[in-house]
């Protein structure tokens, strides 16, 4: 049987088997529902809920409940595909100073630490699972700077063009001064190099779900 009839035959007995663990939670079990499934790696709608209630992914603007539901499902989605890349290199070990940082930075989100404290216990996540969870995130992170990083070049006739247009009119539009170009040359650096990294990433996630088998089943 060759490869291919191989990832035939695991796709379907994983959709069965969300169908079948979908049907029991419907009927009262309590095994938990699944959201998707990427190969045989199954995502229960529960991770969804415990990255929700923590805040773990950033929320953007103008995104109703069911539609953040949904972007953090796909951000689940796209953390495991990437993680299995870094996997493959070897993932990078995490100082535990920075991952107490970013933990901290996820309290900060929360009015108190007993706010905090008490959503893990809901959630029933312990800190250090949390932590986990966290420094798999700045693994992914950590490679992505390894490995994209060094490739984006940002050249001074690209500072200079986009100076003169979209950073220049946005500051007029919110009626702010507009600098001098030397003044301003590292911001805009960064700010060009921050978009160009993030469709990178966009790219190589895309390649790795086009070669993985990914069925979404639901996020609520």
Known sequence: MNGRRMTMISRQLARALAIVLLALSAQGGTIDRIAAVIDRQVITLSEVNQ????RFFARAANRDESEYRHDVL?????????YRDVERFGAQDIPKDSIEARFNEMAARF???AAFAATMSSVELTPDEVRALVKRQLQVEAYIQERFSPLVFISNEEIETYYRGP???QRRQRGLA???LNDVRDEIRTLLKSERLQSEIDKWTAQLRARANVDVYAWK
Not at 51 to 54: D, Q
Not at 74 to 82: D, H, P, V
């Open 74 to 82: 796909e951000a689940l989605i796209a953390q495991a595909l990437r």
């Open 111 to 113: 009015p108190s630490p």
């Open 178 to 180: 507009i600098p001098p």
């Open 51 to 54: 990255m929700v209630a923590l």
């Open 167 to 169: 950073w220049s009119e």
